[in-house]
């Protein structure tokens, strides 16, 4: 796994960024086992990245393995946090990148496989997608208070995904 200068999240080589994109375009095809075995392949390389543990997440839920899922997407939150640093205003083609980045993720669902570029070039867009998905598989859970406390990670902003979590741990509450 290469790793970026100060502090940034680590990333894939390019050969494996290629087989982590063949596995996103896998999921999005439906062939989840296909896409699961590429994402194993790479973790056994060590290619520990927030995309790679969040698209794991995303099979290990379809598998029914809602536990190991929340483990992963705890992990993924690990390596967005180890990769903090101050976020420079782009400029030039890097800004245009960051634009179109942004519009694309934005008509992008949370369920769907996240692609390295997405957590570089938006790792808060990254994190909100996380938090998401690990909202969702604590309220299957029952998991009434950590679903709260993870809603407040998300520093006000509303989904509906959200909303639903909270209403369902409410009502095992009452």
Known sequence: MDSMPNGAAPTL???????????????????????????????????????????????????????????CLEKALSCLKAGKKEQVKPSGEEDVLHVLYERQCGQAQYRFPMREEEALCLPDYARERILRLLIDLCAQ???????????????GKCFANVENALLQTAEKRI
Not at 16 to 37: D, K, N, P, S
Not at 55 to 64: F, P, S, V
Not at 141 to 155: E, F, I, K, N
């Open 13 to 71: 080589p390019a050969k494996e960024e290629a087989v982590m994109a063949l596995a996103c375009t896998l999921y999005e095809q439906g062939a989840t086992a296909e896409c699961f075995h590429l994402l194993q392949r790479l973790s056994a390389s060590g290619a520990w990245t927030a995309p790679l543990l969040y698209n794991t997440a995303l099979c290990l839920e379809e598998a029914g393995q809602p536990e190991r899922a929340i483990s």
């Open 141 to 155: 859970q029952g998991d009434g208070a950590r679903v709260r406390s993870l809603t407040a990670s998300l520093r």
